[in-house]
Nanobody, 121 residues
Framework: QVQLVESGGGLVQPGGSLRLSCAVS????????LGWYRQAPGNQRELVAG???????YYLTAVKGRFTISRDNAENRMYLQMNSLKPEDTAVYYC???????????????WGQGTQVTVSS
């Protein structure tokens, strides 16, 4: 049974930092592409950051230089370090794992339950 359990969301002031974590079980984690998506009210879910099994990364232009995706293959965990947060980063963030490429991740990967990130003063 595939399980992705997220933690680390919350309320933070503009300019602050948060670290999201996702514990993954039930898949060949080290062979999997990983991704963090977000969805704000009224918007479509979008890929914010991704990492292939080989370590190649993708970042949404709006978060480049501020967010960092990482993985721990020994612990089957993935992380999203978010710095210099802005109000427009407010959304529900979802982890995704189990697919092999960025192109198939949204369709074939499994999802975490989502964690709310709110950036507000």
């Amino acid at each position: 049974q595939v399980q992705l359990v997220e933690s680390g969301g919350g309320l933070v002031q503009p300019g602050g930092s948060l670290r999201l974590s996702c514990a993954v079980s039930g898949i060949a984690f080290s062979d999997s592409a990983l991704g963090w998506y977000r969805q704000a009210p009224g918007n479509q879910r979008e890929l914010v950051a991704g990492m292939t099994a080989r370590g190649n990364t993708y970042y949404l232009t709006a978060v480049k230089g501020r967010f960092t995706i990482s993985r721990d293959n020994a612990e089957n965990r993935m992380y999203l370090q978010m710095n210099s947060l802005k109000p427009e980063d407010t959304a529900v963030y979802y982890c995704n794992a189990g697919a092999s490429t960025f192109a198939t991740m949204g369709r074939l990967g499994s999802w975490g339950q989502g964690t709310q990130v709110t950036v507000s003063s």
